[in-house]
């Protein structure tokens, strides 16, 4: 039982570049998410989605792209990267989301530096 | 505004020692919290998690208090260890299902 698993775990791009973090998680859960950590700072919502089919929009959307064609999978796409998303960037999934108030469990990040 | 956060950032402490990490929250809806750790390079992890109807929860050597008058929640870690250090913060979701996290506080064990 891997949990979740974020790959790659550290990438640099130029300036207009597009790039598609990976998320997967093996744990059947219908609730996914992606946040993005920048120093000082909270944890951010980017996307999220309830389950295989549905996505919405968190606190900080624009920029990026998701998908959920799988339960297992829920990759977050950078359109054309700017400095400003230079971050760590974290999946997170959970039995209900937030709506269930279950707790989320995150793969380790990825380290996105944009040049 | 409706923000969660704490109220030191960063915590040092003796090894052996009980360490106290609090959390203040201005939303009054919110009826769920949760503590998260999070160590150097690695993503957060769950420690315990309380409800709104609660006021205290336990934990292996963890405690959770809830002071829903005065909005402040606080994650006390008894014998604190050098595998304690990590960064600590405070989630919240309000009954609207609006999600905050704190920025966190770092914890420091020394030996």
């Known amino acids: 039982n891997a949990g979740v698993t974020q790959t790659p775990k550290f990438q640099v791009l130029k300036t207009g570049q597009s790039m598609t973090l990976q998320c997967a998680q093996d744990m059947n859960h219908e609730y996914m998410s992606w946040y993005r950590q920048d120093p000082g700072m909270g944890l951010r919502l980017i996307h999220y989605s309830v389950g295989a089919g549905i996505t919405d929009q968190g606190e900080v959307p624009n920029g990026y792209n998701v998908s959920r064609s799988t339960t297992e999978d829920f990759p977050l796409r950078l359109l054309s990267a700017a400095p400003s998303q230079t971050s760590v960037y974290f999946c997170?999934?959970?039995?209900?989301?937030?709506?269930?108030?279950?707790?989320?469990?995150f793969g380790d990040g990825t380290r996105l530096s944009i040049l | 505004g409706e923000s969660v956060g704490l109220h030191l950032p960063t915590l040092s402490v003796q090894e052996g020692d009980n360490s106290i990490i609090n959390c203040a929250y201005s939303?009054?809806?919110?009826?769920?919290f949760i503590w998260y750790k999070q160590e150097s390079g690695k993503g957060p992890q769950f420690i315990i998690d309380i409800r709104s109807n609660m006021d205290k929860r336990q934990g292996q050597r963890v405690t959770v208090l809830l002071n829903k008058t005065v909005k402040h929640l606080s994650l006390q870690i008894a014998a604190t260890q050098p595998g304690d250090s990590a960064v600590y913060f405070c989630?919240?979701?309000?009954?609207?299902?609006?999600?905050?996290f704190g920025a966190g506080t770092t914890v420091t064990v020394r030996a």
């Open positions: 989630a919240e979701i309000s009954n609207d299902y609006k999600l905050s």
């Open positions: 997170a999934s959970s039995y209900g989301g937030i709506y269930s108030n279950q707790p989320q469990h």
């Open positions: 939303n009054s809806a919110s009826d769920y």
